[in-house]
């Protein structure tokens, strides 16, 4: 974890436009870049790109085809007994180390990537009809191919966020977190400093890369078609932390 330096007074957040429709074995590097080309824009030094798991996964193959899936007789159970295709079921479970809970037509899971979400991540939107995308085998590895190519190409020092909608204990509504993060802390530190009180804080960690990822879900949407979002001017420290610092350690977790 690394602590929060000087904020600045504002930031733009502004989205990519024209992102084609991404298939397996795309360069999305190369795809950006055409995008950002043909709206005259540029990578700045210390750009923030947060880009949508969606067409990670498209781009790295992650994609079934319902079909070729056979369901175990447990898949045809569970599904049997929420109301579900079967074949969706048994993908979710190879997906998954383990059920955490099933309750409503519900699954929530822990992924083999150690998420814990609904479905393990299993996504049948904005994909053809028939098929589903499942979660990027490694999202930092993914995050991090991701701003070498930008990097290589421009000289730019950039950081990734790969983003993805996830449901949240306690409240309604989804919101963006970060599945995946490369060249910035996941986390800022506020311990031992201190507040405007001077109280010393002992217990603040912010979980900055998932308020990133929050706050490109507002340009991004479900339905805008626009999957890759730049933050700009929002002061970071370049870091070799990783999207999994995000997880909390077994150990630390009261709900599991």
């Known amino acids: 974890m690394e602590t929060r330096g000087n904020r600045a007074e504002s930031i733009e957040i502004f989205a990519v436009p024209s992102i084609p429709e991404v298939s397996a074995g795309a360069d999305l590097t190369a795809l950006l870049f055409r ?27 992650r994609l079934v085809e319902l079909h070729t899936v056979e369901p175990s007789p447990f898949a045809l159970s569970v599904a049997t007994a929420n109301g579900k295709d079967p074949r969706v079921v048994e993908v979710v479970l190879r997906e998954s180390s383990r059920i955490v809970r099933m309750d409503g037509g519900v699954m929530i899971v822990e992924t083999r990537q150690g998420f814990i979400c609904a479905n393990a991540g299993v996504d049948t939107s904005n994909i053809p009809r028939g098929w589903v995308s499942l979660l990027p085998v490694d999202s930092d590895a993914s995050a991090g191919r991701l701003r070498d190519g930008v990097q290589a190409a421009t000289g730019r020092s950039v950081a990734v966020v790969i983003a993805d909608t996830f449901g949240r204990p306690w409240r309604e509504g989804l919101t963006n977190v970060a599945l995946g993060v490369a060249g910035l802390a996941p986390l800022e530190d506020y311990r031992g400093q201190t507040d405007s009180h001077g109280q010393t804080l002992s217990a603040t960690v912010v979980a900055t890369a998932d308020e990133l990822a929050a706050a490109a879900g507002l340009l991004m949407g479900k339905t805008a078609r626009q999957p890759v979002i730049v933050i700009r001017n929002y002061p970071f420290g370049e870091s ?14 009261l709900f599991r």
Request: charge should be negative; avoid cysteine; hydrophobic fraction near 30%.
């Open 35 to 61: 995008a950002m080309e043909q709206h005259d824009l540029e990578f700045r030094d210390g750009d923030i790109l947060v880009v949508a798991q969606k067409i990670v996964s498209k781009s790295e193959g």
């Open 240 to 253: 070799s932390r990783k999207g999994t610092d995000l997880i909390r350690p077994r150990e630390k977790d």
